[in-house]
């Protein structure tokens, strides 16, 4: 589960200026503390520090370095509101945590720490430096407290052995040995073709390096299930857990199905043509049919890989007479499920706020498609239309969206990615309008659907529906 992702996106900054001043109808957003913040930052820091003074040897000044790399990737996350500081969350957290170190026992509560991030990928992860995050999209695909159980167990395994300082030791021997500065050498002779060569290089020590990693999921798989057999957590949960991982990466909704059902109105209906099959023959005919070259480079790009391999190594581990043994919960089923459903919208506001507005529209119509009752998913919906409107008017939509790709994405996040190439500027403001009004009549006294429906009704000339919404956003 190591892995660090880059946010890419700034926002509409006109846009979240009034928003962040509006009172929220329904109040389902974490509060932000930026002096916990910086207090997190100092102890992150502070454990680097005590690390890299005890580096010694031949790759010291090496490894120095790439723990320091490594440091600002993990400070990227802090960097932005992207992580949870709200006390009740952590405290719920930390109160798993407290069931979970007795059966550990290698660690003390004070030594670990566990940030809960608002990104939607579905990981967590561990840098090394007694820290673990777990991200929001994965805390939201867990069913209940045991597979969350599971998760720290699997994270503080990686901790206990010592998985980030032994991939940075084969990072280091593998670049600094003569087999692999040979190889550079010769390429830097070839007369034609040194780029290619260099990509297939790197490819093959990718490819390599992953491989060793997962042998270390299979270490700390083995581990943590060894620690949860000795709490009250059921370990049946484990093998539920690793399936959900191993589709986590699969859709959930089907884009064109959504606004068909939502988005589409009889004043203004969606189109057919956004979705075409047509579109797809720029990528070939068989775009979504993958060759072994392509299949080997998606498993490699999986959040969770061969969690089939997985899920057979944990049923050895966990005999068949306790696996139906123990308890899905031992805090509180209703704090896990409340904070599910707000991690849902921290998610879609994150993403709108901080990446690139296509992922933050696909979150949001994930949102709609599971739970249509939800008024942020409405919001995230109609505030993505406005920033696309407003990208595509000032000629900046490549560099705020994902362009299609079905070698590398869903086919469901493909077909919201050809329907934001294809949209004109009138499709992307009446599809807007017309589905905003239709959340409004759900949720009437929803500010932030009014100031979106006031923009759109602005932009369409329609003057006095402008200011009525406009006064309605107003009102205390």
Not at 415 to 444: M, R
């Amino acid at each position: 589960m190591f892995r660090f992702y880059r946010p890419l996106l700034a926002i509409t900054l006109v846009l979240y200026s009034w928003l962040a001043q509006s009172q929220h109808t329904c109040n389902v957003l974490f509060h932000h503390n930026t002096d916990t913040i910086k207090e997190w930052q100092s102890r992150l820091e502070q454990r680097n520090f005590e690390e890299v003074q005890g580096f010694t040897g031949e790759f010291a000044e090496q490894k120095k370095w790439l723990y320091g790399e490594k440091l600002k990737s993990a400070m990227e996350h802090f960097d932005k509101p992207e992580l949870i500081t709200d006390p009740a969350v952590n405290n719920y957290i930390s109160a798993v945590m407290l069931r979970l170190l007795p059966a550990v026992k290698v660690f003390k509560a004070e030594d670990i720490s566990v940030y809960l991030s608002r990104s939607g990928i579905p990981n967590a992860f561990t840098p090394g430096y007694n820290t673990v995050f777990i991200n929001a999209g994965l805390f939201t695909r867990i069913r209940n407290e045991a597979q969350l159980a599971f998760v720290l167990c699997h994270e503080i395994a990686h901790l206990f052995l010592n998985h980030s300082g032994e991939a940075a030791d084969q990072y280091l021997s593998s670049v600094q040995s003569k087999e692999f500065k040979a190889k550079v050498a010769a390429i830097k002779k070839q007369q034609f073709g040194q780029g290619r060569a260099i990509e297939e290089l790197f490819k093959k020590f990718s490819f390599d390096f992953r491989r060793h990693n997962r042998f270390k999921e299979t270490a700390a798989d083995s581990l943590a299930i060894t620690w949860l057999l000795r709490t009250a957590y059921s370990p049946g949960q484990v093998i539920d857990c690793l399936s959900i991982l191993d589709a986590v990466d699969t859709d959930i909704c089907n884009t064109k199905e959504v606004f068909e059902k939502y988005l589409s109105a009889v004043e203004y209906p969606v189109k057919p043509g956004y979705f075409g099959t047509e579109r797809r023959s720029v990528f070939g005919i068989a775009a979504y049919t993958d060759d072994a070259e392509t299949l080997q480079l998606k498993d490699s790009l999986r959040t969770h890989p061969d969690c089939k391999q997985r899920i057979v190594y944990a049923g050895r581990m966990i005999p068949g007479a306790v696996r139906n043994g123990g308890s899905k919960f031992l805090i509180d089923s209703v704090r896990f499920c409340d904070l599910q459903q707000k991690l849902q919208n921290e998610i879609i506001e994150f993403t709108l706020n901080h990446e690139k507005i296509s992922r933050s529209f696909f979150y949001a119509i994930e949102q709609l498609s599971t739970n249509d009752q939800n008024p942020f998913a409405a919001i995230g919906i109609s505030r993505a239309f406005i920033q696309l409107y407003e990208a595509q008017k000032n000629h900046t939509l490549g560099k705020n969206t994902d362009l299609p790709n079905p070698q590398l994405y869903t086919r469901s996040y493909n077909e919201l990615l050809y329907f934001i190439q294809h949209a004109t500027l009138t499709d992307l403001l009446h599809i807007n309008y017309y589905f905003t009004a239709s959340a409004l009549k759900k949720y009437p006294d929803c500010k932030e659907l009014a100031y979106t429906m006031s923009v759109c009704a602005e932009k369409m000339g329609k003057t006095e529906e402008a200011n009525y919404w406009k006064n309605k956003f107003d009102q205390p």
